[in-house]
């Protein structure tokens, strides 16, 4: 499985943005797809998640109301709506797939990712 996530740039603070992730060489319908962000010296860290159907997403608390996933299995793809964007949401943020039905939390949990589309918020 690639994935490939697009869509971010640079925006103000208080924007909205929505990035994109697709993926190629087999379909990830029964898998569980989520999205990780990694600021500069900071590690990588949880934003949302979502399983194989689309039901159950999970965020993480600083995300909850502002951000929200979803996937499109007819296109092999996931996408992460962004809203009341912060500067401390400036970070390269990375989709991911898990061989399972269901979402986690941990990175460790997901067996591909895709290169990262930088998103950048300015005050």
């Known amino acids: 499985v690639q994935l490939q996530a697009s869509g971010g740039g640079t925006v103000q603070a208080g924007d909205s943005l929505r990035i994109s992730c697709v993926a190629s060489?087999?379909?990830?319908?029964?898998?569980?797809m989520g999205w990780f962000r990694q600021a500069p010296g900071k590690e990588r860290e949880f934003v949302a998640a979502?399983?194989?159907?689309?039901?159950?997403?999970g965020y993480a608390d600083s995300m909850r109301g502002r951000f929200s996933i979803s996937r499109d299995n007819s296109r092999n793809a996931i996408f992460l709506q962004m809203i009341s964007l912060r500067p401390e949401d400036t970070a390269v943020y990375y989709c991911?797939?898990?061989?399972?039905?269901?979402?986690?939390?941990?990175?460790?949990?997901?067996?591909?990712w895709g290169q990262g589309t930088q998103v950048t918020v300015s005050s």
């Open positions: 991911a797939a898990r061989r399972s039905l269901w979402p986690h939390a941990n990175a460790r949990e997901y067996d591909f």
């Open positions: 060489g087999s379909s990830v319908g029964n898998y569980a």
């Open positions: 979502i399983s194989y159907s689309g039901e159950t997403p």
